[in-house]
Nanobody
Framework: QVQLVESGGGLVQPGGSLRLSCAASGSIFSIYFMGWYRQAPGKQRELVATSTSGGNTYYATYADSVKGRFTISRDNVKNMAYLQMNSLKPEDTAVYYC????????????WGQGTQVTVSS
């Protein structure tokens, strides 16, 4: 398992953009799954974007609520994952977390502290 540290959150107006970063303590080259989750006050943590290894490429999936607005990516050289968030809405306000599974059946890595994203005018 790797340790993951999120950053890049902040206060942004509706319609604005943010890029979240996730720094891993070790190599992510062979990590099967990386995902971004979020948890809004009073709600359960939800998965919003995933990047899954498949042969020589990575497959991305998105929750319907963010599809077309968020983009997940990873940089295996820098051992970083990113979540580009565009056209932000107030309902995107939450603490955002990244996580990973080394193999399909591996447990998730320990949760980090997350990064707060607040969308408000």
């Amino acid at each position: 398992q790797v340790q993951l540290v999120e950053s890049g959150g902040g206060l942004v107006q509706p319609g604005g953009s943010l890029r979240l970063s996730c720094a891993a303590s070790g190599s992510i080259f062979s990590i099967y799954f990386m995902g971004w989750y979020r948890q809004a006050p009073g709600k359960q943590r939800e998965l919003v974007a995933t990047s899954t290894s498949g042969g020589n490429t990575y497959y991305a999936t998105y929750a319907d609520s963010v599809k077309g607005r968020f983009t997940i990516s990873r940089d295996n050289v820098k051992n970083m994952a990113y979540l580009q968030m565009n056209s932000l809405k107030p309902e995107d306000t939450a603490v955002y977390y990244c996580n990973s599974r080394r193999l399909p059946a591996s447990p998730l890595s320990p949760w980090g502290q997350g990064t707060q994203v607040t969308v408000s005018s």
